[in-house]
């Protein structure tokens, strides 16, 4: 069964990205891909659940206080399910993201096709690249010109190249911006929601690790009886407390710090004032241009929607984030509200 | 595909614990739904390492900036891919330790059945529970006793129940010892292995947000050129830090700590006194006993062992943790060695 598992994805990796623009192929490949994860983490996810259940159902027959501690095992664990279960969901965000840049490479691929097109349709640049073409078409036009500065043929040329380049400078620069800040965006989100999730798991295996400390582990000889279980007070206190730990995590007090070495640092702050310095001298000198840089971002926003449905495949669209069906048959021991 | 797969697992669901004696039915179903975890995230962990090379596979046709940092984005996502890989690897080992549960759970069985046998054989306590059995048998014995002080079938009515009696508890004992003290061996083990996991994913994630900045973002107008890149020595250096960070985190010094509240502390301290002073007690009144508790403990070990073959079902054994046809088909960028 495991085998026909891979095996479905794998057919799923090799269709993926047949249809759809070239320029966003590997995109295409890659937001399938994202797909695959997703249901192969909502599987672990689902499958922890049932776990938990099953740990706590051992449990009962057990003395109490292994009954006990398991029980609350039982809760934890349930509880990284849900976590798990929340971090899909925040992954799937991450996935639409990296579908937005999928959609600007689509919508940028036929302003591109033009471009050739122009100079194909006089024959002058068939199997050039596009500067090796854009050159010929210019030098074409030049001896057209010195021919008849006056020719009709060298007007129709002319305005042709430049609503062609138009364009196309256009939606190039509309594809690096949007590709950059979707991409920023997406991995922000991503790591945001990675550092939340494992932080969270982490703090769960601690109090996990505080209800073991509750069983009555001391070796006993044939007969011997155990010392009277009293530690379900201690154990909901711990439940508690891991709940309220839990509610009360925020990512600005992450405990997981990330200092850069001094090297990188400097290296990083390098680039960055890089970036910053261009950007000011760029913003000096078209100060008095009247368009505004970040309406290319938010016009191609727009139209990358139209884009949108040509990538959805029958399969994916049919497949919901939480079938019913298989919600039903999950079974809670008892539930943290985090 | 998805839905074999998740019927696979019902199906192995529905079957698990159909062998073995009956004790041990519950953890055998639990020690088989953890290998359908295991198998889960094997998929995420290999899925993962592809969408690593496939974002790196991406981003090289687009400008320096992006595909360098995209480069490297794919390289910490493949560390994940190889953290989930090893915390799999430690997932199999908590499982082992549950399974060696389920073993001696196993083999308490027989004992348990001679003790009801030893009644049933007498006709005594058929149906009844075994505290009623033994009752009935000593009032069985007495009556006899009455009648016929000197009867030799009193004299083997008393035999044979003080060597039932005396197997059962040494085999009870045995149970009890090492359930606890696997218990908490598998539970300690998984926690500590999860903790290990999320906190160095966690840095990765926080490594990866730096990387983050070497992006320029900042919106540029149609024709304008972009800054010229010079974060390569940035990001390699940002990539050696998460290196030098994961190969530097030591269980101790975790960062994620997990404070018990002030009542959870006195209750859960109460808890391990009370341990603690029954332990205490019965060393004092045993302490002329020549046997050493912890033999119960090692002697069912080996023994434990001798159940190990009955469960494993053809399935389970042929499934090897590293199929090689899998792992030939992953393809990496680059790897931190951590």
């Keep these: 069964m495991f085998f026909f598992h891979f095996i479905g994805h794998a057919l799923r990796r090799q269709t993926a990205g047949q249809f759809g623009p070239d320029l966003a192929k590997k995109l295409s490949q890659l937001v399938k891909m994202e797909k695959n994860v997703m249901r192969s983490m909502e599987l672990v996810s689902r499958e922890r659940m049932e776990v938990a259940h099953q740990v706590s159902v051992w449990g009962e027959a057990c003395d109490e206080d292994v009954s006990d501690v398991t029980d609350k095992i039982g809760v934890l664990l349930y509880e990284i399910g849900e976590l798990e279960d929340q971090y899909i969901d925040r992954y799937d965000q991450y996935r639409v993201t990296i579908k937005s840049i999928r959609n600007i490479e689509a919508s940028v691929q036929p302003s591109r096709e033009r471009m050739y097109l122009t100079f194909d349709s006089y024959l002058i640049c068939k199997g050039s690249d596009k500067a090796l073409g854009k050159q010929k078409l210019i030098d074409h036009i030049t001896q057209l010109k010195c021919k008849d500065p006056n020719s009709s043929k060298v007007m129709v040329l002319e305005q042709e190249l430049v609503r062609a380049e138009a364009e196309s400078l256009v939606a190039e620069a509309q594809l690096s911006n949007i590709t950059r800040e979707k991409l920023k965006a997406a991995f922000t989100y ?149």
Tied chains: 1, 2.
């Design 190 to 338: 991503q790591f945001d929601a990675l550092r939340e999730h494992c932080e969270k798991v982490a703090l769960i295996a601690g109090y996990g690790k505080h209800l073991l400390e509750l069983i009555d582990d001391s070796p006993v000889t044939p007969g011997e009886a155990r010392a009277t279980y009293d530690g379900y007070e201690a154990s909901k206190a711990i439940i508690q407390d891991c709940e309220d730990a839990l509610t009360c995590w925020v990512k600005d007090q992450a405990k997981v710090d990330v200092n850069l070495s001094s090297r990188a640092q400097a290296l990083s702050m390098r680039r960055r004032s890089t970036i910053r310095n261009h950007d000011k001298g760029h913003d000096l000198t078209n100060q008095d241009l009247p368009m505004d840089h970040y309406s290319w971002g938010r016009d191609s926003n727009q139209k990358s929607d139209m884009y949108e449905e040509q990538f959805e495949d029958v399969e994916e669209a049919s497949v919901e984030r939480h079938p019913q069906a298989f919600r039903e048959t999950d079974s809670c021991p008892e539930t943290i509200v985090a």
